[in-house]
């Protein structure tokens, strides 16, 4: 028997449109110049959502190379300590790199070899997107350049 999904009231009033945009709100607030790649990459991602080969492609390397999907793993201890509660632990630190962010890395460095990009730029705080970005680019033989910021690993 598969469980119906649960709507939560939220009082929201004012969900996005098929662009993401929230009423007059939402969008893209970028400079200028930076308006022309954003929208290369926009008809690119529209373009890949298309087409089946691509999603192919990302759901086999999610299979094969990312060790999706992640099992889900009954947490009987914690749900016994906590009374009532059956608690349920979604394992996506058994995904490779050791986190959830390889599944949006992988999908960006394929969209960018797609669009014949060779360089991915990836920004990181505790390193894990760092590590992804690099390990995605690894494997399709992009130039990967991550940056940390000063406040990284560690910080509060």
């Known amino acids: 028997m598969q469980e119906q999904p649960v709507y939560i009231e939220t009082g929201m009033t004012n969900v996005p449109d098929e662009r993401g ?10 400079p200028e110049t930076l308006v022309p790649a954003l929208d290369e990459l926009t008809a690119a991602y529209v373009e890949a959502m298309a087409d089946p080969a691509f999603q192919a492609r990302l759901a086999h390397l ?12 009954y947490a009987e201890r914690l749900s016994k300590t ?11 630190d058994l995904a490779h790199t050791g986190a959830h962010k390889i599944n949006n890395a992988l999908g960006q460095a394929l969209l960018a070899e797609r669009m014949g990009k060779r360089r991915i730029v990836a920004e990181t705080g505790a390193g894990q ?5 690099a390990t995605a680019c690894a494997m399709l033989g992009l130039e990967c350049h991550c940056l940390h910021g000063q406040r990284g690993y560690g910080a509060a």
């Open 129 to 133: 997107h760092g590590v992804a970005s």
């Open 82 to 92: 906590l009374g009532g509660a059956q608690i349920y632990l979604k394992r996506e």
């Open 21 to 30: 945009y929230y009423g007059d709100f939402g969008g893209r607030f970028v």
């Open 62 to 73: 999610h299979r094969t190379y990312t060790g999706r999907p992640t099992p889900v793993s």
